[in-house]
Nanobody, 125 residues
Framework: QVQLVESGGGLVQTGGSLRLSCTVSGGTFSMYDMGWFRQAPGKERESVAAISWSGASTYYADPVKGRFTISRDGAKNTVYLQMNSLKPEDTALYYC??????????????????WGQGTQVTVSS
């Protein structure tokens, strides 16, 4: 059974930075395309960033391009989301997830197979 555990969320001021981490267990991390999505109260789920199993391909939602960076460390079975220049509209519960692949299919569907419990990010104005 695949388990994902996120950490690194918190309260930060506008313009600040946070780095989210997600450790994956119970599966073959090196084979997974990974991503982050977020959900704010009253809003639809939004796919924020994704990275292919090899790290060769990445995706960023328009609102976070140039501010967020996704990366992965195979030795640690961990995926990261570096978030810079944070804005109040980035406030949400952030989830780490295994993409429902393959990659090209996910780019059309934005569906996920497994996800964690989420970590809260709050950006104050």
């Amino acid at each position: 059974q695949v388990q994902l555990v996120e950490s690194g969320g918190g309260l930060v001021q506008t313009g600040g930075s946070l780095r989210l981490s997600c450790t994956v267990s119970g599966g073959t991390f090196s084979m997974y395309d990974m991503g982050w999505f977020r959900q704010a109260p009253g809003k639809e789920r939004e796919s924020v960033a994704a990275i292919s199993w090899s790290g060769a391909s990445t995706y960023y939602a328009d609102p976070v391009k140039g501010r967020f960076t996704i990366s992965r460390d195979g030795a640690k079975n961990t995926v990261y989301l570096q978030m810079n220049s944070l804005k109040p509209e980035d406030t949400a519960l952030y989830y780490c997830a295994v993409l429902k692949g393959p990659w090209a299919r996910w780019m059309r569907t934005f569906e996920f197979d497994f996800w964690g419990q989420g970590t809260q990010v709050t950006v104050s104005s």
